[in-house]
């Protein structure tokens, strides 16, 4: 049973539900009423929940065309992640009492993040979207709430190797009266995670009207951005309880800005000492003698 997307899921469940025996039929309709539950509840905890074995739980996966639950859970995941509001968010997380471990779960959740993301990492990907940025007239930066912070980042480096970019202000005139004079030699970075600002998704429309180069730097394949973008690089972003994780989004944008850093090695080098020596003659940073004990 395959489908087209995570959002025909639940439809191909509802579908083929005739189809599965009775302890399947009882996960079919867990998964149905609280898919938002389910997506994190382990199988031998759905299997607990809806009084059927675990295997029952593993069976139905791959009765669904999955290589096991991990993958359909991941499915229902990138299915609604989009869709929580914050209180769902929260209520969906089993917090531990004890605040160390839970701080304790969130960094082991981040490291296994970090080691997928240098397990997939697609330099040749990369590379082409580093001959991108270094192609383009222009280059437009956009990231609407959270997402806003790293495309200041991801701005800031840029701004210090390139003389085009322009970060789009979230919080000041109209995003399309910034976009107004993109064209067909320029470049716009979107930088947009679940949920998925409209806003994000309007000014890549308008961008793509104007036929200007689309880079996306999103969560997974699902994502929007992915299919409409010219290159896409992608890091999950964990839901940590109400809180959005950005340290694989910023890995990501580490790895761009390097690859940028490496193409153009020469005339950074150059371009940091004339600012070593701007940064001398007007005291930009104290020096290490400077401080009075």
Not at 27 to 34: N, V
Not at 205 to 216: G, S, V
Not at 235 to 256: E, R
């Amino acid at each position: 049973m395959a489908f087209k997307n995570n959002e025909d899921l639940i439809k191909i469940i509802q579908i083929n539900y005739y189809k599965f025996s009775k302890g399947q039929k009882a996960i079919a309709q867990f998964i149905i009423e609280q898919y938002d539950k389910a997506a994190f509840m382990t199988a031998a905890k759905i299997g607990k929940t809806v009084d059927v074995s675990e295997s029952t739980v593993v069976r139905f996966a791959t009765a669904l065309g999955f290589d096991g639950f991990p993958d359909l859970q991941q499915a229902l995941q990138v299915m609604i992640k989009n869709k929580l509001t914050t209180v769902q968010r929260i209520s969906l997380n089993e917090t531990p009492k004890d605040s160390e471990e839970f701080i304790n779960k969130i960094l082991k959740n981040e490291i296994h993040s970090l080691k997928n993301y240098l397990e997939d990492i697609d330099q040749e990907r990369l590379d082409n979207a580093a001959a991108l940025i270094l192609s383009a007239k222009k280059i437009y930066i956009l990231g609407m709430r959270s997402s806003y912070a790293l495309a200041l980042y991801l701005g800031f480096y840029l701004d210090v190797m390139l003389e085009n970019v322009r970060i789009i202000n979230q919080n000041t005139n109209s995003v399309f009266e910034q976009l107004v004079r993109i064209n067909e030699n320029d470049l716009f970075i979107v930088i947009s995670y679940p949920r998925y600002s409209q806003q994000t998704m309007d000014s890549v429309n308008f961008a793509m009207d104007r036929k200007a180069k689309i880079l996306a730097i999103t969560d997974t394949e699902a994502s929007p951005f992915y299919r409409l973008a010219d290159i896409a690089l992608l890091g999950k972003s964990n839901m940590v309880s109400f809180v959005d994780s950005l340290v694989t989004p910023m890995a990501v944008i580490n790895s761009l800005i390097m690859s940028v850093g490496m193409k153009e090695k020469d005339e950074i080098l150059k371009y940091f000492d004339l600012l070593e020596d701007i940064w001398d003659k007007y005291s930009i940073y104290n020096k290490e003698n400077d401080f009075k004990k």
